[in-house]
Each structure stands twice: as structure tokens, then as C-alpha cells.
């Protein structure tokens, strides 16, 4: 088993002002199984980050928000599955962030393959989050059964032997 650390060659001057920008990733492999943790990264920094190989499970970054987990860094990394990590089951969505974000799921959902049977709550990019408590801008948008999120789908176990797949425990 491997543990690298991964950041990114140079830290960011918006590191004074937004610790998002200065996160560390960190990728475990086991055997055949990958995990790349992106903390709360954002899009400026997951293109800086030298990943090295695809990953099969991918947390998604910054709780699915729309400055981090961009399109072209999870193309990049080939995931299997993705994990987003938020509130829990009962506690509601993220009203103070907006996250989920309608496009991240969206994109997330097209890296995995497509819509699955499931649906997301997300909060869309083209609305001001300010407006966040309102159930009315919050959508149900169909994604990826193969996205899993912790306000859908409560704790989620995902073990592995090393062969390249997650099973929920």
C-alpha cells in the first residue's frame, strides 16, 4: 500500500486570502484500487496537481461546490466511482455554501458514464446562493448511480480487496 501526499510545485499568492487554494490531495493504491482525496481544492489547484495515474474512487472536491471537482481534473483522474462528502442524512443540504452545485453533479455524472436511477438535491450555479434558503432555486437533478452523497445516501462504507472495485458495505 502506498500513501503519497500530493501537492501542488508551488503554492498560490490566493493562499492568504482562501485556504480552498492551499489543500493537499492525497492518494492511496492498494493493488489495483485508487483513492485520490482532493480536500477542498479548487480548479486552479487540481490542474497543478501531478496525479500520475487514473483512480477509481474520486472524492469529490470541496463538498461539490462550484470551484473545485472541474470536468477536465476528473476526466483526467478516470474514476470508477465518486464519493461527495456533505451533510449528513437529516441534516439537510448545504444552505450556507449551495453545495451541491447542479453543474458539478452534472459533470460528475457525465465522467461516471451517465444518469443513473437516482437524483441529486443541487443548487444551481446561475442562482445567487444568497436566495439558498429557498426550496424553490434548490432541483432534483438525475445523476450517476455510481455518485454517491452523503445527504442521499447517509454514511457510505465503500471496502475494497485491491482489485479495482468498491463494494457499500
Known amino acids: 500500500m502506498r500513501l503519497p501526499a500530493i501537492v501542488p510545485q508551488q503554492w498560490y499568492p490566493e493562499c492568504g486570502s482562501s485556504a480552498n487554494v492551499c489543500s493537499i490531495a492525497l492518494r492511496i493504491d492498494y493493488c489495483a484500487s485508487s483513492i485520490l482525496f482532493t480536500g477542498d481544492a479548487e480548479a486552479l489547484e487540481e490542474a497543478d496537481l501531478t496525479i500520475n495515474a487514473p483512480v477509481t474512487l474520486l472524492q469529490v472536491g470541496h463538498h461539490g461546490s462550484k470551484t473545485s471537482s ?4 476528473a476526466r483526467t483522474r478516470e474514476p470508477e466511482v465518486c ?3 456533505g451533510r449528513p442524512t437529516g441534516e439537510g443540504t448545504n444552505l450556507t455554501y449551495c453545495h451541491p452545485r447542479k453543474e458539478t453533479v452534472d459533470a460528475m455524472t457525465a465522467v461516471l458514464g451517465g444518469v443513473g436511477s437516482g437524483v441529486i438535491h443541487t443548487f444551481p450555479s446561475t442562482a445567487s446562493c444568497s436566495a439558498s434558503t429557498s426550496a424553490a432555486r434548490w432541483v432534483d437533478e438525475p445523476a450517476s448511480d455510481r455518485l454517491w452523497v452523503t445527504a442521499r445516501d447517509g454514511d457510505v462504507v465503500l471496502t475494497t480487496t485491491g482489485d479495482g472495485t468498491f463494494l457499500r458495505e
Do not use: D, E, Y
Not at 70 to 73: I, L, Q, R
Open 83 to 85: 464519493r461527495h462528502l
Open 70 to 73: 472541474s470536468p477536465g481534473a
